[in-house]
Structure formats: C-alpha cells, structure tokens
C-alpha cells in the first residue's frame, strides 16, 4: 500500500482538486484506491457525496491519528490524503502516514512564502526515515501563456525538493466537474484537462515503483 499526501497549509492551491483527481486517475489505472479527507471543512466528502454513484471511497479522518488509523483499514493499492491547511498537526500525521507528500503550489510570491513551514517539516521526516519518504512540488493553477510559470520553478529550486514535469493549469472544468462529484476524466476523457492530469498521475507512480 502506497500513502500519497496532497498537503498545502495554505488554502485556494487546488489542493482537493488535485487529491480527488488523483485519486480517480489511480483508480481508472485499475488501482485499489481510498481518498482520504482530513480537511476538518470536509471538501472531499462533499465531493464525493454530491455523486449518487460515486466510484471513489471518500473517508473522514480529520484528527492527527492518520498514521494509525490507517493500519486499521483493509489494505489498499493506494490511499490519498486530502490534507488540511493551517493545521500543524494534521499536517505532520499525514506526513507520518506517508510514502510521498504532493505539494501543489500556486505561482505566486505568496504561496512560494507560504510553503515554507510545511517543507521544513517533510525534510524533518526525510531525514527521519532516511529518505524512504519521497517529496515534491507541483505547479497547480498555471496560467498558459504567462511568464510566472517558470519563474516560479526557479523560486521553488531553493527548497531543494524536486518539482514535477507535470502541471496542473487554471480549467474552469475543474470546479464545473467537481460541482457534480466528478472528474475531468470522466466528462471530457480527451480534454487536455484529463491529460494533464493522467501525467501528474503516472508521474508519481513511476517515482513510487
């Protein structure tokens, strides 16, 4: 069973887009998958609840136990944690429970800033664990076309985590997917929307092989 945890302490990165996607692209892989949400806000669940015949098994584990309560569930190919901003705690549960902690920022002074607290804590559990914990940055909310998109390759360099090939850009088809409990994936499969996110997917499977 492999942990991936989608974690950013600052809120608006596309975070839960990006663990729900995720989730659904594994599970269209023909992974075993469990999305769990440890927002105390819920978003995942909410997700998940909205779509009658929801394909992706959404739980609710929003106390710092994560670690422990997941050896507790019937073993999975993959669980995704839909992590909480603001939320020491939570955050170092998740980073506990994890194989490899996704951090998806937005390209923006502020968000680089922002992330700074969380990758001292995931390079303290790197080191912990003798680099069996896997770490990296994805560049979520791109804009196409503009130049921030590789500067802010080059601010996040000086953390010195790996940043992913793949990016996830600004698509109104995400939030209008999610409306309805879905995906991108599975409205528009040939979008590049799917695509992009099929990449991000495939991307850190190869890193977990």
Request: without cysteine; aromatic residues 4%; glycine residues 8%.
């Amino acid at each position: 069973m492999k942990v991936i945890a989608v974690l950013n302490q600052k809120g608006g990165s596309g975070k839960t887009t990006i663990a729900t996607h995720l989730a659904r692209a594994l599970q269209i892989g023909g992974a075993d998958v469990l999305l769990v949400d440890s927002d105390p806000q819920g978003s995942a669940r909410d997700w998940a609840a909205v779509r009658e015949e929801q394909p992706v098994t959404v739980v609710g584990i929003d106390r710092p136990t994560i670690e422990r309560d997941l050896k507790n569930i019937a073993r999975k190919d993959f669980v995704v944690i839909d992590g909480a901003p603001q939320a020491a705690d939570l955050a170092v549960s998740a980073i506990k429970a994890s194989d490899f902690v996704l951090i998806p920022v937005q390209p923006s002074p502020y968000d680089i800033w922002a992330t700074s607290d969380l990758v001292d804590l995931v390079k303290q559990r790197i080191e912990v664990t003798d680099g069996k914990l896997q770490a990296a940055f994805v560049v979520s909310r791109a804009i196409k076309g503009t130049r921030i998109g590789a500067e802010i390759t080059e601010a996040l360099k000086g953390y010195g985590l790996p940043i992913l090939e793949s990016r996830i850009t600004q698509r109104v088809s995400y939030p209008g997917t999610a409306a309805g409990g879905s995906t991108v994936m599975d409205v528009e499969p040939g979008s590049d929307a799917s695509k992009e996110i099929l990449s991000l997917s495939n991307e850190i499977k190869r890193k977990l092989i």
